[in-house]
């Protein structure tokens, strides 16, 4: 009977031997996963390091130092932060609390000498998610850049080249007349467009309509959440040294 079970020839021999083989192949893959988990974890936390660097012009586009370098560049001139929807830093979530980025002076650490925001907007096929930096004007932006997405390689997939990326710098978020419009992406080039507009847009991507559009409306929606901060810095009040304690948040 075991004779003609462990015949190769047996139907019965193929399939438990198929099993086996799905077994030994799931429980190494399952270990290699979890021994895994740590290091996949430690590289999404260096890419989002380098990501807020590039934003923020103090890392240059396409280049990648040794990670000792990004943590300790990353460490003296980003701070982590949390406030509420006027721009105070206070000390933990609440449910209407927003992460937030100051950009650290270079000669005085306490300093803030710009801000970041997180980017999360609906794609055309995707999410898209992304850092939108900021001079210490609150309206001048100084660095964009978009670390995932499911964009079209070659069309809405230019959202990650550095020509699209570039070309917000500078750009502004309020009109000739000091009202808010955000920064938009134009249907083409921005030189086509009336000259009062032209500080509040970017050059568009050609066969990307849709992609420019949606994160338009991201970046807008994102920008009116935390319009408290901006506010805040347009009326210097996160200029100079922001607390060095946070304040307590309110009870939710």
Known sequence: MFENLFNKDNKVYVVLFALATSLICSVLITAAASGLKDRQQENIDLDRKVNLLRAANLLPAGTKPPKQEIVAMYDARIRDVIVDSQGNVIQKDTKDSMHLYFVRGEDD????????????????????????????????????????????????????????????????????????????????????????????????????????????????????????????????????????????????
């Open 109 to 252: 650490p306490e300093a803030v000498a710009g801000y970041i925001l997180p980017i999360n907007t609906r794609g055309l096929w995707g999410k898209i998610y992304g850092y939108l930096a900021f001079e210490n004007d609150g309206q001048t932006v100084s660095g964009f850049s978009v670390y995932s997405h499911s964009e079209t390689p070659g069309l809405g997939g230019e959202i990650e080249s550095n020509w699209f990326q570039n070309n917000f710098k500078g750009k502004k978020i309020l009109n000739s007349q000091d009202k808010f419009v955000s920064v938009g992406i134009a249907k083409g080039k921005v030189e086509n467009l009336p000259k009062n507009k032209r500080e509040n847009y970017v050059d568009g991507i050609s066969g990307a309509t849709l992609t420019g559009k949606y994160l338009s409306e991201g970046i807008k929606a994102t920008l009116e959440q935390y319009e408290g901060v901006s506010i805040s810095f347009r009326q210097k009040e996160l200029r100079a040294k922001p607390p060095t304690e946070a304040k307590p948040a309110a009870e939710s």
